[in-house]
């Protein structure tokens, strides 16, 4: 749980570490996807309903980290009885069965269910740096898991008591990778629909219909890993040499990323950001994408 003041670099903190899990499954080649309840660009999967969807426990809900935006607007401590809240309280004692990691973001911890905060194992204090390029960790094992440390201690915990402290750099390199205006709408708000249509009206326009988890950038940049990967290979082509890339073996890699895409979608992809499609017998390969620029 990333805690602080307005302002402190708690979301772009937990964006930051939402795509550092994402680098490392990927280079891993570990299948575990990023899940959002903000708009977060690079996320397999963003919902304003996640933590509804995922208190159902779906069978999508598995291998995920889970970034969660003001999570005071589902868990507060006067509302502790609140369906929501008892919901979420009991998918935290199961997390380690469906695989799944969450970072929590919060002005105040105190004011966050008792059944919540048990569940969390690190609390972490976000202090960012006046230029707002990297954001210092004060880290808490509070309730001594790794350190031990069994004794009484203050609530909250204190920058004093940090039981370890660690600094992120080139935080800001993520600001354009989430909406950093976007409004959390509180569950038990009745306005709760019309501050989630003002948001993500796009969005939900788009998905009308769709059962969950949509991918919902499948049509969206490519990541930088994908991109790694799509190196465009030299292969005569008349009397000169194209640079293209096989879709169907290409779509092997892609896969590890959107499971869901399939060659008709991994073409739609390229084509949107301008590569040409062109199909070949299997003979010659099948068939190729060309990149953004090349006259086939």
């Known amino acids: 749980m990333l805690y602080g003041r307005r302002g ?108 919540v905060l048990r569940q969390v194992d690190i609390f972490i204090e976000v202090e960012q740096s006046s230029d707002n390029k990297e954001s210092h960790l004060y880290c808490h094992d509070y309730w001594g898991q790794w350190t031990g440390g069994w004794s009484r201690k203050p609530w909250p915990p204190t920058k004093e008591e940090a039981d370890w402290e660690l600094d992120i750099s080139n935080v800001d390199a993520i600001w354009n990778k989430y909406d950093t205006k976007e409004v959390i709408a509180p569950v038990w708000s009745e306005q709760r629909e019309q501050i989630i249509g003002q948001n993500w009206a796009e969005v939900l326009n788009r998905l009308d219909g769709e059962d969950p988890p949509p991918v919902l950038h499948e049509l969206g940049p490519l990541t930088h890993e994908l991109e790694d990967h799509l190196r465009f290979q030299e292969a005569p082509r008349n009397d000169a040499s194209a640079p293209f890339i096989f879709v169907d073996r290409e779509l092997t890699q892609a896969k590890r990323y959107f499971p869901e895409m399939g060659v008709k979608s991994f073409c739609e992809w390229l084509g949107s950001y301008g590569w040409t499609i062109n199909r070949y017998s299997k003979a010659k390969g099948g068939t190729r994408a060309y990149p953004p620029g090349y006259e086939t």
């Open 8 to 115: 402190a670099g708690k979301t772009a903190t937990m964006t930051a570490l939402g795509a550092w899990f994402q680098t490392q499954y990927q280079r891993a080649g570990t299948p575990v996807h990023i899940a959002a309840n903000y708009k977060v660009d690079f996320a397999r999967y963003c919902s304003p309903y996640l933590i509804d969807e995922l208190g159902d426990f779906p069978e999508w809900g598995e291998r995920l980290v889970v970034l969660i935006d003001e999570i005071s607007a589902y868990t507060a401590s006067e509302r502790s009885t609140s369906r929501a809240t008892l919901d979420i309280g009991v998918f935290l004692t199961q997390v380690r069965k469906r695989d799944v990691e969450i970072i929590f973001c919060t002005q105040f911890p105190q004011e966050i269910s008792r059944r």
